[in-house]
């Protein structure tokens, strides 16, 4: 059996995971997988993201100066172990939501990335087939969602699969995560 492919984005916020709830309703844990994505901003002090290897006249050779070529470091700390340090904390800070998907019967990931969330998030549904999103948003209007933009509103124009949003308003009395049963 092919199971559904639904990717849910977290940003970080308290509400992001009120669309945990949205994906019990719709979407039986028996056929559906379930990859939860946090994209970050690249970590402070790293010029540029990760690199990536690439083939120059038969020699793998980076597209980055190396930090010790720069001489602006004051400590030895490499750009990996920031990369990873930075990817680790996210990691941990979202262990919580990958059990409360996994306990309702779910089968999940997580992906961390780094660079703009809504392109990121669009490479990742491209890359990883995905048969749709699902995410809470901010619900922001007028001037704020003028200056500070909407990642939710840029993916649903990026992307080719259905994109479920969810207003994300913390309520006390919302029902749990409730697999479909």
Do not use: C, N
């Not at 999940?108 to 809470?136: H, K, N, S, W, Y």
């Not at 948003?137 to 649903?156: D, I, P």
């Not at 259905?162 to 913390?170: D, N």
């Amino acid at each position: 059996m092919v199971k559904r492919r639904i990717l849910v984005p977290l940003d970080g916020s308290d509400f992001a995971p009120i669309a945990f709830r949205t994906v019990g309703r719709l979407f039986d844990p028996a056929s559906t997988s379930v990859t939860l994505a946090h994209v970050a901003p690249v970590p402070e002090g790293v010029y540029g993201p990760l690199p990536r290897p690439s083939v120059i006249g038969g020699w793998a050779e980076t597209l980055h100066t190396p930090w010790r070529d720069r001489g602006d470091f004051d400590h030895p700390i490499y750009e990996s172990q920031v990369w990873s340090s930075t990817r680790e904390e996210i990691i941990d800070a979202l262990d919580d939501d990958v059990r409360r998907l996994a306990d309702a019967g779910f089968d999940v990931a997580l992906v961390v990335r780094f660079g703009d969330p809504a392109q990121e998030l669009a490479d990742l549904v491209d890359e990883e087939d995905m048969d749709a999103v699902v995410m809470a948003t901010h619900g922001r209007s007028g001037f704020s969602r003028a200056v500070l933009g909407s990642v939710a509103e840029k993916l649903l124009r990026m992307v080719r699969v259905p994109v479920v949003m969810v207003r994300g308003e913390l309520v006390d009395d919302a029902p749990p995560l409730v697999p479909i049963g």
